[in-house]
């Protein structure tokens, strides 16, 4: 992989930041309408979710960060 993983997830953060700090200025590429926000989130989500399916070692690491996974590779019980 070209970043680890943790710095994919964290690049992530960082642009959702950025867009908030200057969602005044979003033009779209069609002309003078801004940018809503659900484009925004949904261009996001999208990345988000083709960076993290993109290897299996990307989706496990994804999945135990965010605790469906233990540090085994199981389930965790709550998703059991």
Known sequence: MKKDNGNQF????????????????????H???PISDDE?????????????????????FFLKRVGILDKDGHLTPEYK
């Open 10 to 29: 964290s690049d992530i953060i960082t642009k959702i930041r950025d867009i908030s700090i200057n969602k005044d200025t979003r033009i779209s590429k």
């Open 31 to 33: 002309g003078k309408n």
């Open 40 to 60: 925004i989130y949904s261009k996001i989500m999208s990345s988000s979710f083709k960076r993290i399916s993109s290897s299996q070692e990307s989706t496990t």
